[in-house]
């Protein structure tokens, strides 16, 4: 089982920048991918960006590529979400998550989920 700890949310203004962290513990393979989630109120649980452990290929939400970098430091066994250009509709409750596949783009691919973190963007 992976323990994972989120960190780094905060309210900031639109056209400002995040970084969220990721702590992962516990049974961690090399063939893991780390995904990052966002929930807004009254929506469902979508998927924003995943990094391979191994190699760091990494995959985008179309609504994020370009302003979001998803990055990890295997020696601290973290992962980052590197949030730029934040729009008000980026406002959501961000979790990291654990999964053997990847691309995986469905909550129902992870096994381990973060308790998640807040991320505020006023306009």
């Known amino acids: 089982q992976v323990q994972l700890v989120e960190s780094g949310g905060g309210l900031v203004q639109a056209g400002g920048s995040l970084r969220l962290s990721c702590a992962a513990s516990?049974?961690?393979?090399?063939?893991?991918?780390m995904g990052w989630f966002r929930q807004a109120p009254g929506k469902e649980r979508e998927f924003v960006a995943t990094?391979?452990?191994?190699?760091?290929?990494?995959y985008y939400a179309d609504s994020v590529k370009g302003r979001f970098t998803i990055s990890s430091d295997n020696a601290k066994n973290t992962v980052y979400l590197q949030m730029d250009s934040l729009k008000p509709e980026d406002t959501a409750v961000y979790y990291c998550?654990?999964?053997?596949?990847?691309?995986?783009?469905?909550?129902?691919?992870?096994?381990?989920w973060g308790q998640g973190t807040q991320v505020t963007v006023s306009s």
């Open positions: 998550a654990a999964t053997l596949l990847y691309p995986a783009l469905r909550t129902d691919h992870y096994g381990s």
């Open positions: 516990g049974r961690i393979f090399s063939n893991y991918a």
């Open positions: 990094i391979r452990w191994s190699g760091g290929s990494t």
